[in-house]
Nanobody, 126 residues
Framework: QAQLVESGGGLVQPGGSLRLSCLAS????????MGWFRQAPGKEREFVAG????????RYADAVKGRFTISRDNAKNTVYLQMNSLKPEDTAVYYC???????????????????WGQGTQVTVSS
């Protein structure tokens, strides 16, 4: 059974950095778009970043563009989200997700992703 497990969350001061990891097991997602979403209390889950199967394309939400970087290592079945210059409004549970479609474009829509991790908490506060 396919499983995505996030790690790397925690408490960080404004302006700090964190690196999230998402390890896939049970199957390979090397041919699938991978994405990161986040959900703050009382808010809907929102797209943060996505990366194509070949790493040839990436896409970011306007709110994180220039501060976050998504990458993947297909040999390790792992996707990363490097988060720099963190702000209090980045506080949320961050989820890793995989699109079931192979060799597809990067969707920002929640329903396009079929596999989800359990989430990791990121708190930005002084």
């Amino acid at each position: 059974q396919a499983q995505l497990v996030e790690s790397g969350g925690g408490l960080v001061q404004p302006g700090g950095s964190l690196r999230l990891s998402c390890l896939a097991s049970g199957r390979t997602f090397s041919s699938n778009t991978m994405g990161w979403f986040r959900q703050a209390p009382g808010k809907e889950r929102e797209f943060v970043a996505g990366i194509s199967w070949s790493s040839g394309s990436t896409r970011y939400a306007d709110a994180v563009k220039g501060r976050f970087t998504i990458s993947r290592d297909n040999a390790k079945n792992t996707v990363y989200l490097q988060m720099n210059s963190l702000k209090p409004e980045d506080t949320a549970v961050y989820y890793c997700a995989a699109d079931r479609r192979m060799f597809s474009g990067i969707s920002t829509i929640y329903s396009a992703y079929d596999y989800w991790g359990q989430g990791t908490q990121v708190t930005v506060s002084s």
